[in-house]
């Protein structure tokens, strides 16, 4: 236990993490109410069904999978001020306004908003890897990791409130200020994006077939395998608690799954080694497949979420620390845009199948579907990880220079 908190208070102490940690857990908040909101404005207030909401929700994930590694290019080129300022501008934009627009209309801005999308969680890790030297890294993003989890108890809790006591319009617009007022901190503090232990960087970017290779892709795969099972698995408890009558303890669950994770993300972040990313996210998968046996009672259900759970913190903490390492810092940016991507993507693709099974079958086949999903894309991604690659950071051949 001392050396864990010896390995926290170390990374804590390094200038402008704490700093960085706090923002982000500020600015993450109004990230993770974003959904939750939009599907009660859409239900609520536009009069539609939660099919339609669900397909805003999808053009807007749309969005944001193509947009983050455009951000992330972005801040690689031109530095993080200058993403942010645009960032801000447009995200902002569509949110204060989505109150005024019809169904069609949000629909169509929806994916606008989406690839406009202010990258918090890209830019988070992004800066972490800048300030934390490469032995330290585990420990700095499962602090990341558990600051994550903390803002998603608060965020759609939060936006839940505000939508029911008071409307959603009222809900929207405060999303928007909350976004807006990120933007504004993220540009004032400005976190470095590159940091004195990164490679020595001459203003020339690699090529991505330089870099963005197997193991990486592999990395990669896993994030979307991890999107895959969380996204899945939290369409399979809202089933499950349906089917017994309790979805208004899906709140309670919620947060008993994320208090599981940061658990398990400050055990794996006070390790010396641990599992590579695809491992674990197999080992999440593995665990997510029997929780739809537990049936009954809501607190039954969150015993038996308790170990994939426990997996969720650790596997995203492997991943984003795989990229880090994977990723020379020239192009860092649009690797973790990447990352988000990939998280994106199987969370697009989670929630729809898992939904599909759910509809013809029951909440056992909801988290067996969830959790062999993501076996079988760890599966599929076992080739690539086993190829040798060289070295990213020896990229210096066939570059071409960046504007600053």
């Given amino acids: 236990m001392a050396v864990a908190m010896g390995n926290y208070q170390r990374v804590l102490r390094l200038p402008g993490v704490a700093t960085l940690l706090v923002l982000m857990f500020a600015a993450r908040i109004p990230v993770a109410a974003t959904n939750m909101v939009l599907t009660l404005h859409v239900v609520l207030t536009l009069h539609r ?17 193509i947009g983050a590694p455009l951000t992330g ?65 585990r420990t700095a993003f499962s602090l990341d990791s558990i600051s994550l989890e903390m803002s998603f108890m608060v965020g759609p809790a939060v936006g839940v409130l505000i939508a029911t006591k008071v409307s959603t319009t009222a809900a929207v617009i405060s999303v928007g200020c909350l976004l807006v007022l990120a933007g504004i901190a993220l540009f ?28 990486l892709l592999a990395t990669l795969a896993a994030g979307c395998g991890a999107g895959f099972v969380l996204a899945g ?29 940061a658990t398990g993300g400050a055990i794996y972040g006070a390790l010396r080694r641990g599992p590579g990313p695809l491992v674990l996210m197999s080992v999440l998968g593995l665990l997510a497949i029997p929780v739809g046996l537990a049936g009954g009672q809501w607190w ?37 845009g990447l990352h988000s991507a990939a998280l994106t993507l199987g969370g697009a693709l989670g929630a729809p199948v898992v939904g599909t ?22 599966l599929l991604a076992v080739p690539l990880a086993r190829r040798r690659t060289a070295r990213p950071n020896a990229l210096t051949n066939h570059a071409i220079p960046v504007s600053r």
């Fill in 49 to 65: 069904d939660y099919g339609a909401a669900g397909l805003v929700g999808a053009v807007g994930t749309i969005g944001i999978a």
């Fill in 73 to 137: 290019r972005l801040v690689d080129a031109f530095g993080l001020r200058k993403m942010v300022f645009v960032t801000t501008i447009g995200y902002g934009a569509y949110w204060l306004t989505a109150w005024l627009l019809p169904y069609p209309a949000l629909l169509v801005m929806s994916f606008v908003g989406g690839v406009l999308a202010l990258p918090v969680m890209s830019v988070g890790r992004q800066a972490l890897s800048a300030l934390v030297p490469p032995e330290h890294r």
């Fill in 188 to 215: 004032v503090v400005n976190p470095p994006v590159r940091g004195e232990h990164d490679e020595h960087w001459d203003g020339v970017r690699p090529l991505r077939r330089q870099w963005l290779k197997s193991q």
């Fill in 233 to 261: 698995t939290e369409v399979a408890v809202v089933a499950a608690l349906r089917g017994v009558g309790q979805v208004s303890w899906t709140g309670v669950v919620t947060i008993a799954m994320c208090v599981a994770s």
């Fill in 300 to 336: 039954v259900l969150c015993l038996a979420l308790i170990p994939s759970s426990l997996m969720c913190a650790p596997t995203l903490t492997a991943i984003t620390d795989r990229v880090s390492q994977l990723a020379p810092a020239a192009v860092r940016g649009e690797a973790m």
């Fill in 357 to 378: 099974v759910l509809d013809h079958s029951s909440p056992v086949g909801g988290f067996a579907t969830a959790g062999l999903g993501g076996v079988l894309i760890a």
